[in-house]
């Protein structure tokens, strides 16, 4: 069965993005996976240990802000 395609808003610009994803499987498919990230989803800040648990649905408006140490 072909998995439906539901349309998001990530930083700003429309993404395509599998039906059924979660913050963890969208962070996984960007490059993201493991990696130091800020989500916001709908404009509110999404905990690392909720990304499994947390679903991306038709519509949603997506940030993620990467971390980078320095100075």
């Known amino acids: 069965m072909a ?3 539901m ?3 990530l930083n700003g610009q429309a993404h395509p993005l599998p ?3 979660t913050v963890t499987a969208l962070l996984h498919s960007l ?3 493991g990696k130091p990230v800020v989500v916001e989803l709908n404009r509110e800040a999404i ?3 909720d990304f499994e648990a ?3 649905n038709d519509g949603d408006q ?3 802000v990467t ?3 320095g100075g």
Request: charged share 10%; proline share 8%; glycine share 4%.
């Open 62 to 64: 997506v940030e993620i």
């Open 3 to 5: 998995r439906l395609i």
């Open 47 to 49: 905990f690392p240990r």
């Open 54 to 56: 947390t679903p991306v």
């Open 19 to 21: 039906s059924s994803t």
């Open 7 to 9: 349309q998001i808003t």
């Open 31 to 33: 490059g993201f996976a």
């Open 67 to 69: 971390l980078a140490a």
